[in-house]
């Protein structure tokens, strides 16, 4: 008779294996360069080696969820992760032979995407994403609030400068697209200056407009996404309510041991 628990542990603890892990972080590190070797030029039979690579490397991949989806105490806990799901799937798409179908380019996104497989591989990129997504929220008033500077200075851009540069000014599109040129510092004193010959006192437009967005816009997502991310740490470094429950039973029994014992003590 095979004894299952002996079969799932073993899988647990190469599952948990740090050679493995390392295995499969340097296969998709691998992936992305076969992926990337697609994008050349090749002879063919250098192209027919990258095609059997790129099959050896899906059956890696097949097997490493395997023994990760084995492993698992609780199976149906497996695909309650969203990583799992989409590791799972990508491997599961990838085994498709759709290369030379209607679906070619999906096939190719897929393999693509492989190399996202290195976040729900390393804990530290998980931790990074997950605290980038509770960011979001906030991260979407500030940039509600920086959409609204942006409309207002391309609107007066737009009033002020149009007839002085229309390819820049021209409308309030056009004018939001050169004033995200002025926030990432591309060329914008050339535009400056441009103006100035115009409007001496432009400048107060340009230099106003980059410390509100470049300074402190851009401090107001740093921090945000700091913030989020020492969070999450201190959530990952945390017990569960559940283990912190289970650890003030086991306290409270030893010291009603204790209380039992020295009034016996004092007794005799």
């Not at 697609?38 to 490493?64: G, N, S």
């Not at 105490?73 to 599961?92: C, M, P, Q, R, Y």
């Not at 008033?141 to 200075?153: A, E, G, K, N, P």
């Amino acid at each position: 008779m095979i004894n299952y628990t002996n079969v799932e542990n073993k899988f647990a603890q190469i599952r948990s294996n740090k050679i493995f892990e390392s295995f499969v972080v340097g296969i998709i590190i691998f992936s992305a360069l076969v992926v990337g070797a697609k994008t050349y030029d090749i002879p063919p039979a250098i192209e027919q080696a990258v095609v059997v690579l790129d099959w050896l490397i899906t059956f890696i991949f097949l097997i490493e969820i395997t023994i990760r989806f084995l492993g698992e105490e609780k199976k149906s806990h497996f695909f309650k992760s969203g990583w799992n799901i989409f590791d799972a799937t990508i491997v599961l798409v990838s085994i498709i032979p759709i290369d030379n179908s209607e679906l070619a380019v999906v096939g190719r996104l897929v393999r693509i995407f492989r190399v996202l497989r290195m976040v729900s591989i390393i804990p530290e990129l998980r931790t990074l994403l997950n605290s980038l997504l509770k960011a979001l929220p906030q991260l979407g008033y500030v940039m509600l609030l920086m959409f609204i500077i942006f409309y207002i200075y391309a609107a007066i851009g737009s009033t002020f400068f149009a007839e002085i540069n229309q390819e820049l000014w021209g409308d309030i599109a056009l004018s939001m697209l050169t004033l995200f040129r002025i926030m990432t510092f591309e060329d914008w004193t050339d535009v400056m200056y441009e103006t100035m010959d115009v409007y001496g006192f432009s400048w107060v437009f340009y230099l106003s407009f980059i410390f509100f967005t470049a300074f402190a816009f851009l401090n107001m997502v740093i921090g945000i996404v700091v913030s989020a991310l020492e969070k999450e740490q201190l959530e990952a470094a945390h017990v569960s309510p559940e283990e912190e429950m289970n650890e003030l039973k086991e306290i409270k029994a030893e010291l009603a041991e204790i209380k039992l014992l020295l009034k016996e003590k004092a007794g005799s």
